[in-house]
T-cell receptor, first 115, second 115 residues
């Protein structure tokens, strides 16, 4: 069983399209995150949800909208995709609100390519 | 300012040798966690080891150990008896309490193990 699973692993799409990336964790964790890793490998947090409530919303275009239907899921919907959105997106989860211990895991990443 | 510095953008190491990946951090927070993650070419983010700021002993996990020198604010990762499969990007990260234990990432070190 994969602790944090995100789908799809690869996503190639045209500019202007709308796409979603799904994330599910089976660890019973309270907090889930979305990170973006750019071409220079720099990781930046985008959103964090604790018990389905948004607790972190970094400066991200409002074309990006997270949706948490329940504590185990945090999906990322992106409208009107742009070339600059091409990156690897990681979902993560932690037991508490933050990485205060080892109870924190990342998904395998989704490589998004906008053409 | 809270910051993680990895000064080695890339390293070549002969197989079976030990390797030390440098990480220094800057925080005035007395409570924080330090993490190392491995990102192989397949892209996933794999947790390796964790050190809490109040932990008295250096963390160890199999071939990985964290050389924690609190006064120097360094948290170097030591990999003993390196293997070809250790070739990957390695990221050091810190989670200070002041930032609600959110991860602050280093730029990463690309490690290549030579046969």
């Amino acid at each position: 069983d994969t602790a944090v699973s995100q789908t799809p692993k690869y996503l190639v799409t045209q500019m202007g399209n709308d796409k979603s990336i799904k994330c599910e964790q089976n660890l019973g964790h309270d907090t889930m995150y979305w990170y973006k890793q750019d071409s220079k490998k720099f990781l930046k947090i985008m959103f964090s949800y604790n018990n389905k409530e948004l607790i972190i919303n970094e400066t991200v275009p409002n074309r990006f909208s997270p949706k948490s239907p329940d504590k185990a899921h945090l999906n990322l919907h992106i409208n009107s995709l742009e070339l600059g959105d091409s990156a690897v997106y990681f979902c993560a989860s932690s037991r508490n609100a933050g990485f205060s211990n080892t109870e924190a895991f990342f998904g395998q990443g989704t490589r998004l390519t906008v053409v | 300012a809270q910051k993680i510095t990895q000064t080695q953008p890339g390293m070549f190491v002969q197989e079976k040798e030990a390797v030390t990946l440098d990480c220094t951090y800057d925080t005035s927070d007395p409570s924080y966690g330090l993490f190392w993650y491995k990102q192989p070419s397949s892209g996933e983010m794999i947790f390796l080891i964790y050190q809490g700021s109040y932990d008295q002993q250096n963390a160890t996990e199999g071939r990985y150990s964290l050389n924690f020198q609190k006064a120097r604010k360094s948290a170097n990762l030591v990999i003993s008896a390196s293997q070809l499969g250790d070739s990957a990007m390695y990221f050091c990260a810190m989670s200070p309490m002041d930032s609600n234990y959110q991860l602050i990432w280093g730029a990463g070190t690309k490690l290549i193990i030579k046969p």
